[in-house]
């Protein structure tokens, strides 16, 4: 199994401005993932962070809005740009080698 | 994609009563999780079962990949088993391979 460790745990952040997501994997994983999850909803995939190459995003999701990093087999970052109270959610780094897929405790984001 | 469809999507049990909750799938799978998320947003892992069966305590999980269903099972409920139970498949095919797609979850209150 892998342990991931995800950090901030929760901020509150103002509109306009910009927050940065880490994800650690506690040892080299094949992907890794981001996901949102909105109030009361269940989880959506943003994108697969790519180790060397630009991530790969599902539709209604864009780089200029959540653009994400993986400089290694080990961390990824998220950043949520110019912050909108929709944005206001449950963001979850996830890591898998192709079979089981682990999460971390997710980073409860509040936009005021 | 595929389509994932948890019920009941809400279910109330005294403590000590066993409860069955139920996924559907709508294509073929090479992965199969359920989840339980704690109210502070943290998803745990409970299973990994793209197929046939696995006990884990008071836990079970039974999937049928031939007939598109997966059950899960929790016996003697606990006032701790309280939170949403996700369940999330992945495809063989697809640009993302290996990302999770959930279901809406059964949201579970056991009652002291």
């Known amino acids: 199994s892998a342990v991931i460790s995800q950090k901030p745990s929760r901020d509150i952040c103002q509109r306009g401005t910009s927050l940065t997501i880490q994800c650690q994997v506690d040892?080299?994983?094949?992907?890794m993932f981001w996901y949102r999850q909105q109030p009361g909803q269940s989880l959506t995939l943003i994108a697969t962070a790519n180790q060397g190459s630009e991530a790969t995003y599902e539709s209604g999701f864009v780089i200029d809005k959540f653009p994400i990093s993986r400089p290694n087999l080990t961390f990824s970052t998220l950043t949520v740009s110019n912050m909108s109270p929709e944005d206001s959610s449950i963001y979850l780094c996830s890591a898998s080698s192709g079979t089981e897929a682990f999460f971390g405790q997710g980073t409860r984001l509040t936009v005021v | 994609g595929i389509q994932v469809e948890q019920s009941p999507p809400d279910l109330i049990l005294q403590e000590g009563a066993n409860s069955t909750l139920r996924c559907n799938f709508s294509?073929?799978?090479?992965?199969l999780q359920w989840f339980h998320q704690n109210p502070w947003g943290q998803l745990i892992n409970l299973f990994y079962?793209?197929?046939g069966t696995k006990q884990n305590g008071r836990l079970s999980a039974t999937t049928v990949a031939t007939e598109r269903y997966s059950l899960l099972y929790i016996s003697s409920s606990q006032t701790t088993d309280s939170g949403v139970y996700f369940c999330?498949?992945?495809?063989?095919?697809?640009?993302?391979?290996?990302?999770?797609?959930f279901g809406k979850g059964t949201k579970l209150s056991v009652k002291p």
């Open positions: 079962i793209p197929s």
């Open positions: 294509d073929s799978v090479n992965n």
């Open positions: 040892s080299q994983v094949t992907m």
């Open positions: 999330a498949v992945a495809g063989f095919y697809g640009g993302s391979q290996g990302n999770l797609i």
